[in-house]
């Protein structure tokens, strides 16, 4: 192969030249050049200057993604922090606030989904040893969490409704602001993972009407590492990582600045040109449908329309009968292809996905789950390159004519 042909853009994104340049100056080596390197906590000229860039970094953030405040915005290592720390944060705040009221036997109750991020579900089962209700609601066929679901799963003791924006593996897009709306009819808080939403759609939490999201740097091109976690003013809180108060009491810990600096500068990028991205990705995602959709023994996992915004642009996922993920991704690679068979995170798992077990599909055909997701530099040559080596290291087995 020429060159690498990269379709695994929902794992990660490359570095993007706009963070690269950002962080730039915070990684010369040297005491010499500490001059934007220094501790931000530090009353010296130099933790000022690296206070500024910090702050700067908090605003460029807050304003892209609509919130109202920059102590809205807390920096963080990354999602999984962001959604560990919302999760445990609010409902710990919320039982403690009952509990101060007089409600001493009071259990809180959350609500979530099947197809959540595992950093989400290992959140809720920790929880719910720790003595908290959960209810788990099961999407729609399509992977989609309905408002009448929720609706008929909220109770007097739930405190917390935690749905993601956009699927990670199927890119369904959940009805973030109905369900916020739900939720707070029934005095609960909202959080939503938004990861794989930030550059795909248009994120403004203030619209949203959210009490929580979270976000990743690297999945926009930002450094890995660098995350944030939005808090809405008045959102109870209790915070995950404790000791010298940093980020407004919520997430102590000596700052990256460099990592701030970086994912303020992707994010912006992202923003900007999200809308115009988003329509252009739509265009190589139906194709791939398409395409990949004739074959006899490939079925797509969602039925997506063309043209649909009910699903993200830029995830496309099927399941290819006969064959287990691992062994395509693998005979993609040695083409200079890189997909993945679903999260990141769970790829050396032997299991099939989760989310495409809520669906109803069956074991047997989620184990040969491929996703193929695209992203800044993603051409449709790359699309017409992957289609060509997907057949050849398929043609063996289905005897394609």
Known sequence: MDRLVYLDWAATAPLCAEAACAMKPFQVAGIENLELGGNANSLHRIGRAAFSALEEARGSVMADLGAKRPDEIVFTSGATEADNAALFGIVSACAARK???????????????????????????????????????????????????????????????????????????????????????????????????????????????????SFSGHKVGGPKGSGVLYLRTGTPFDPLIVGGGQESGRRSGTQNVCGAVGFAAACKAACAAQEDEAARLRGMRDHLYERLGAYERVYPSVEVEP?????????????????????????????????????????????????????????????GSLRISLGRSTVPEDVETFLAAFKESTEEAFSWS
């Open 99 to 213: 509990r101060q009221k007089g409600a001493k036997d009071f259990k809180p109750h959350v609500i979530t989904s099947s197809i959540e991020h595992d950093a989400v579900l290992a959140a809720v089962r920790v929880l719910e040893r720790c003595g908290c209700e959960v209810t788990v609601l099961a999407p729609d066929r399509q992977g989609f969490v309905e408002a009448r679901a929720l609706e008929a799963a909220l109770r007097e003791n739930t405190v917390l409704v935690s749905i993601h924006m956009v699927n990670n593996e199927i890119g369904s897009v959940q009805p973030v602001s109905e369900l916020a709306a739900l939720a707070h009819g029934a005095d609960a808080f909202f959080h939503t993972d938004a990861v794989q939403a930030l550059g795909k759609e248009y994120v403004d939490v203030g619209e949203l009407g959210v009490d929580a999201a």
């Open 307 to 367: 043209g649909s915004r009910d699903f993200a642009p830029h995830v496309v996922n099927v399941c290819v009968d006969g064959f287990e993920s691992e062994t395509l991704i693998l005979r993609l690679d040695r083409k200079g292809i890189a997909v993945s068979g679903g999260s990141a995170c769970s790829s050396h798992s032997l299991d099939p996905s989760h989310v495409l077990k809520a669906l109803g599909i069956a074991s047997d055909r989620a184990l």
